[in-house]
């Protein structure tokens, strides 16, 4: 199928008014009246509040109002278990907790104030370890629950004893991945309007998922959803981390307006950011496998530690994404699986682009070429096989039937690119002198979309207008990969016009359609369907009126090149704006709302096993090092990252998402980490949180390989997480191979590469 | 937050007078280092009342060769440094340590005088200075004086700079024939890095193959970058034929364990310190063995 608009590298939409500056972003929001807000943070990771006393603080010229918890309805928030403090009631539970909220006339004010807020605490011992969260006879973080485990789930497979009984080879081995932040270029910011245009309160800001942010607001302001309007901001950056700690700062912004009834505005520096800001989950790793001489994988027994923080936030899911994948795609008859997440007093973790796949691929990807090692075998050959194809099952034992499996073809794209087999061989000979040289390979299933966490369905609203320009609202978010290029191509093409005709409208929850978070790549393959559904409905209004009015039928019908055109007939019936006008004249309603339910699926809890996602993407990347053996230095010379997305909207996004995703998981890979010690946290701005810059990109080749879906719009599933869940795990695989000198601890730091382990001012934390 | 005037000038007598005159004066030069820590509310940085911007005083920038020295205005950026052909021709190891300092944007603020006074243990333009005996004019209402870098720096972000002085001009000997100069720097990343260990070196090998007048400067290494006379003087008199790279390695490692005692981050730092100074006399000896 040949497409006119979709399938096409089409310039982003929203590119212009971003690269000259002329796109507003929550910042840069002004109201009359604007008063700005301040939080007091905690002083220590865990300690009871004893007294707040705000006297100093109200007296100070200036300062409008000053918030506590006792001032929330509500207090207590989450998308799944609502135990997140707004502010905090009675206890402090990690380092970023709030405390209270000025709100004054200038930030210079606010700022003086909250320090003019005298708190008493009485400092408690914390608990900064889930193994030792873990442990019966530790505290409870939480008193009102039984224990400190805030989930744990499990996939069974067939009988590992067995498994591992007629194995020839066993090989167990322990992973550690640390807390990374999003590290966003644009730190958090809420402005909160009262009484605006009907609107008890409307929220402006940074705002990943604006239905999310309306559901916190509403549920701690203990109002209906219809009186909380969210309106998103052009985004700068977000990664899954504005989600709940933009929730929190809404409410807080939210109950400060009611309480002065001006605007507030809510911004955190960067410091405040990284202290604030929920992180990706540290995980420890336990596998241990089973093969034969051959290399045939027979057993699997995996069990991942993750630490959740203060509080449950995305635990479950994030673990549970862990749970389905921990295998990798490789077939086994036996397998059993464990994920646990528990509190502790660190700072609480949540989503991050991977959501608990980085993780795993980096365990279960660099194990595989563990045990190629051990059986003497190319990586590559052993991954060859046992990976899944056509009709494999899966751990979970879902039938890969409904969709190609694209491993295979992913894998041999990369292999070619990189010149991998050449290279592996010519670089396991002796190297002279220090640098060395290694290449690596990881690869992934990624399951698209929500799977069986929640309901997972997407609506949009196409509304051709009596000119015929057209405004596309939907309730998924543009945060940044290119949602609104995307969705207006998808309605360019079954309209037939250019894609100048479209304005795309920002989220306004009261009026798109209620669509579930912008999350878990599943942007296109939802809302790009609920897109479509809309404009085909359009068209097919469209269709049927000229078919009656030209005595046609409809099914020869079709739009394109701005026009209406008869099968096998050149010739133009009339133009799209002459089918506007006899819209317009005989009162047909050219607007549509299209409403898009993912596929049945459904997972056993009890059992461990079920069909968790509808269906699934592969990738394979391969990375090429150079590891200076004397220094630690690592130079990452090339990456080629091959990723089969059912069919590719906008190539060129695509290849965006792409590039940053592997850069992302390039800093994950070497040299990101929130270095926590005791619940405190040291690196609170980017002097000393380092994320790659653009003199730490290597060559990167990007290959998109289709395979269209049958469930996707046009076929296309996802990429923007995919892209970068495997380059940690790549790296690694080519750090030891240069090397000769297995490092199962993320990032491959300089000390890490030159002594084996980390180094810190206080313990070694490598497991 | 801090409360302070702020005050400019655009001569060294209008400094020099604000200076005499006024207590607690913090100079702004290209603020790199400065506007950082008042950000941060850094403990190193001392109590002020005045901030001093002396970034416009059109005197302190210029690179002039002497007869003796190559005289360098203490507002020269790291840009300029790297631009500069007297630089590249008579230092080029100033020119490679500074492209290695931050970004575009901190080279082109960030001061040679700056980054002296700074006084950072992981200060890049520090080991190669102080490994060509750079000298620094000070000068007060008073007169001006003159030391030598490892005279000027005092501790970790500490110096003889006295309240009423200002830092105008760097003074480098020039080299003779025949000496050889190598900096390397090892960063977390490829750019915008603070040195995690850097390495200045600089020798002479004469016309019998023998090395003379070693002068080495680690970076990051210890308290403030100073010399390693040990290691120093265990390469002197040494013919390149029969230097033991290895054994230098260990020494320039016990070097600096006498100075800094053991640390937390020793254990990597003497392992890739041994590896600095054998790879850069490696790259000497080689060098020497094309002549």
Known sequence: MVYDKVNKPIRRIDGYEKVTGKAKFAADLFFPNLLYGKVLRSKYPHAQIIKINLDKALAYPGVKAIITAKDIPNNKIGVIIQDQQVLAQDEVFFIGDGIAVVAANTLETASKAINLIEVEYKELPGIFDPEEAARKDSFLIHSDRQNNQVIHHRLRKGDTEKGFQDAEIILEREYSTPFVEHAYLEPEVVVAVPYEQNSLVTIYGSIQNPFACRNAVASALKVSLNKVRVIQNHLGGSFGGKDEVISSMSVRAAVLALKTGQPVKLINNREESILESYKRHPYKMKYKIGATREGKLVAMEIKCLADSGAYACQTPFVTWRSVVQATGPYELPHVKTDTYGYFTNNIYTGAMRGYGSPQIIFANESLMDELAQELKMNPLELRLKNIYHNNSITASGQKLDNHTVSLEEVINRAIKESDYINKYQEYNKIQSGDKKKGIGMAISFRGCSLGAEATDAAGAIVAVQRDGSVLISTGLAENGMGLKTVFSQIVAEELGIELNRINYMEVDTSVSPESGSTVASRSTILGGNAVKLAAQQVKDKILAMIAAKYNLRKENLYLKNEGIYEKFNPQKIISYEEMIEVANKEGIFLSAYGWYKAPDIFWDEEAGQGNPYFTYVYGCQVAEVEVDTATGQIEILKITAAHEVGKSINPACLKGQIYGGVIMGLGYGIMEEVETYQGYIRNTNFDEYLIPTIKDKPDLVAIIVENPDPYGPYGAKSIGEPSLELTAAAIANAVAQATGKRIRNLPLNLERVLLGHALSREVNHDV | ?291
């Open chain 2, 1 to 291: 937050m801090y409360n302070y005037d702020f005050l400019t000038a655009l001569k060294i007598e209008d400094a020099l007078y604000y200076l005499d005159r006024l207590e607690k004066v913090k100079i702004l030069a290209g603020g790199t280092d400065l506007i950082v820590n008042i950000h941060k509310k850094s403990s190193r940085l001392p109590h002020f009342d005045y901030l001093l911007d002396i970034s416009n005083i059109e005197e302190l920038k210029f690179i002039a060769l002497k007869k003796q020295f190559l005289e360098i205005g203490s507002l020269i950026t790291h840009t300029q440094l790297i631009e500069d052909t007297l630089i590249a021709k008579y230092f080029p190891i100033l020119k490679f340590a500074a492209q290695t300092i931050g970004s575009p944007q901190i080279r082109n603020r960030g001061t040679i005088g700056g980054n002296i006074v700074n006084a950072s243990p992981a200060a890049d333009l520090l080991p190669p200075l102080i490994a060509l005996k750079a000298r620094v004019e000070l000068v007060s209402p008073g007169g001006k004086r003159e030391l030598t870098l490892t005279e000027f720096l005092s501790g970790p972000y500490q110096t003889k700079l006295q309240e009423n002085e200002l830092l105008t001009t760097i003074k480098i000997p020039l080299l003779n024939e025949g000496y050889l100069a190598n900096f390397q720097k090892i960063g977390r990343r490829k750019s915008l890095a603070i040195a995690r260990l850097s390495l200045a070196l600089v020798t002479r090998i004469d016309s019998e193959n023998i090395f003379q007048d070693s002068r080495i400067v680690p970076g990051s290494a210890t308290p403030y970058p100073q010399s390693f006379p040990v290691t120093e003087g265990a390469v002197n008199g040494k013919r390149t034929t029969d230097l033991n790279l290895e054994e230098i390695g260990e020494i320039i490692a016990k070097e600096m364990i006498s100075i800094t005692g053991k640390r937390w981050s020793t254990p990597y730092k003497s392992k890739a310190l041994s590896a600095l100074v054998i790879r850069a006399l490696k790259e000497f000896i080689s060098k020497a063995g094309t002549k």
